[in-house]
């Protein structure tokens, strides 16, 4: 069974602070790992996809990933109310046709 | 960018009834849709995939007599509640993906189905 596990939190962290969300996945064959925001009621929408080991950096956001620990996470610098939401971490199976794995999210506060 | 729509956003219906929810990608071809279900504060279950042209795969535990999955085009699928009961009200989303488009996944604003 692949799984993909987050903290679902609450994560809460004042204004301008750097939030950092953590993902671990259990599929090794992963080849793809994607960082989603979802805010109530809304489907999710895609902040960073990253396939390399290493750091990739897009705008306030950076991903990391690590097959070797199987550990994937994201920073959000100078963190503003508007990121408050859930945050979803994916990893792909690797096949053509891509399919994803969702963790259940983590919920994240910024508080002004 | 690539856009998807999906509609109807939300829809009440009596329970029997059938409802068809529309996924379309509107600026690239979808090679594969992939349907999903969010209870709430969970996240997203993959209910199916499905490749234009050719029969869905469905997860372990979805019932496909239930869940009817149509990929007609390169830019259309539809799902299909059918004899809907309240169990089945959920949001339910889909996301087009093109392989030769690398890593992109597309979601739909998704669907809000209550079922009464």
């Known amino acids: 069974q692949k799984e993909v596990e987050q903290n679902s939190g609450p994560l809460s962290v004042p204004e301008g602070a750097i939030a950092s969300l953590n993902c671990t996945y259990s599929?090794?064959?992963?080849?793809?790992f994607f960082w989603y925001r979802q805010y109530s009621g809304k489907s999710p929408e895609l902040i960073m996809f990253?396939?390399?080991?290493g750091d990739k950096e897009d705008g306030r956001f950076t991903a990391q990933l690590n097959k070797a620990s199987q550990y994937v996470s994201l920073l959000i610098r100078d963190s503003q109310p508007s990121d408050s939401a859930t945050y979803l971490c994916?990893?792909?199976?690797?096949?053509?046709?891509?399919?994803?794995?969702f963790g259940q999210g983590t919920i994240l506060t910024v508080h002004p | 960018g690539a856009v998807v729509s999906q509609h109807p956003s939300r829809v009440i219906c009596k329970s029997g009834t059938s409802v068809k929810i529309e996924c379309r990608s509107l600026?690239?071809?979808?090679?594969?849709m992939f349907w999903y279900r969010q209870f709430p504060k969970k996240s997203l279950m993959l209910m199916a995939t499905?490749?234009?042209?050719?029969?869905?795969?469905?997860e372990q535990g979805v019932e496909k007599d239930k869940f009817l999955i149509n990929h007609a085009s390169l830019t259309l699928s539809t799902l299909t509640v059918t004899s809907a009961h309240p169990e089945d009200s959920s949001f339910y989303i889909c996301?087009?993906?093109?392989?030769?488009?690398?890593?992109?996944?597309?979601f739909g604003s998704g669907t809000r189905l209550t079922v009464v």
């Open positions: 599929d090794r064959g992963s080849q793809s």
């Open positions: 600026d690239f071809q979808a090679t594969t």
């Open positions: 996301s087009a993906h093109n392989k030769d488009r690398g890593y992109g996944y597309t």
């Open positions: 994916a990893a792909g199976d690797g096949t053509s046709y891509g399919k994803l794995t």
């Open positions: 990253i396939y390399s080991n």
């Open positions: 499905s490749n234009e042209g050719s029969k869905a795969t469905y």
